[in-house]
């Protein structure tokens, strides 16, 4: 007998298809996917948003969304979406890029249209590794920690610190909201959610430029399970990328504080 007192309490989300994903097991490009879909759709924005995606482990995220998607150079999705937003201000606008993309060959766009103050929100994925074309070392790739590039770890004193690039943003004048959040728990993913939905709504006010970079795990390219690639990042990301709102301005602030989100 069929129970008609049963309440759904969990589907596919209006803002994706049911295309079958080219990413990895255990990947949270799907987790970071359905947030956006939930977020746009619950502003009632599906019907409205532009997304950008470049090179990179979601060169085919166009796939999954069932609003309009364009492909921009490795690295210049900023600079497209910049374009876009200013032909077509009343578009909801975001790019989607990993760290190998945004913070190594499109670092200056990246920077240049924080600064600016560009009305358009980053969705930013640091998984530590260039995920797309075999695990090598990233911007974003920890000290100590190996990859195909880095067999014997990352050697800063030859190859450099990782940067923190939250941190970075933050500190330009035309940005307006800058967060880090995890996906590797329900209660980080809980937390993620919200500051998507504060991103996309300080673009909707037109209060400036927003990022909120999502820390992922990355199975295949750490040569781990997905269990373990969770506990890596908790116990080895967490610590050197710590969450948490880097740039809340003012007027910011008080609209989010307003708006109770």
């Known amino acids: 007998m069929l129970d008609t007192d049963v309440k759904l309490v969990y589907q596919r989300p209006a803002g994706l298809t049911d295309r079958v994903t080219h990413y990895c ?5 799907g987790v970071a996917h359905r947030l956006i879909a939930e977020v746009l759709e619950e502003m009632g924005e599906l019907g409205n948003t532009i997304g950008v995606a470049p090179v990179g482990c979601a060169v085919f995220a166009y796939n999954y969304f069932t609003f309009d998607f364009v492909e921009a150079p490795h690295g210049r999705a900023p600079a497209m979406a910049t374009g876009i937003k200013r032909t077509l201000p009343n578009k909801m606008v975001f790019t989607y890029q990993g760290d190998g993309d945004l913070a190594s060959i ?10 600016r103050g560009e009305q358009f929100t980053t969705i930013f994925i640091n998984n530590t590794n260039y995920g797309m074309t075999g695990g090598q070392m990233a911007p974003t790739t920890l000290p100590g920690q190996k990859t195909t590039s880095s067999p014997l770890g990352r050697d800063v004193e030859r190859q450099g610190y990782p940067i923190r690039t939250a941190e970075l943003l933050s500190s330009l004048d035309g940005a307006a909201y800058i967060a880090r959040r995890s996906l590797h728990d329900a209660r980080g993913i809980r937390a993620a959610k919200k500051a998507l939905r504060a991103a996309f709504e300080v673009q909707k006010q037109g209060l400036g430029f927003s990022m909120v970079e999502l820390l992922s795990i990355c199975p295949t390219n750490w040569g781990m399970n997905t269990e373990n690639a969770r506990i890596w990042l908790a116990e080895h990301m967490l610590p050197f990328y710590p969450v ?4 809340v301005s003012p007027v910011v602030k008080n609209f989010l504080e ?3 989100l």
């Open 258 to 260: 307003g708006a109770k």
């Open 106 to 115: 499109g670092m200056g766009e990246i920077v240049a249209a924080a600064a």
């Open 244 to 247: 948490g709102d880097f740039k």
């Open 25 to 29: 097991p255990g990947c949270t490009h």
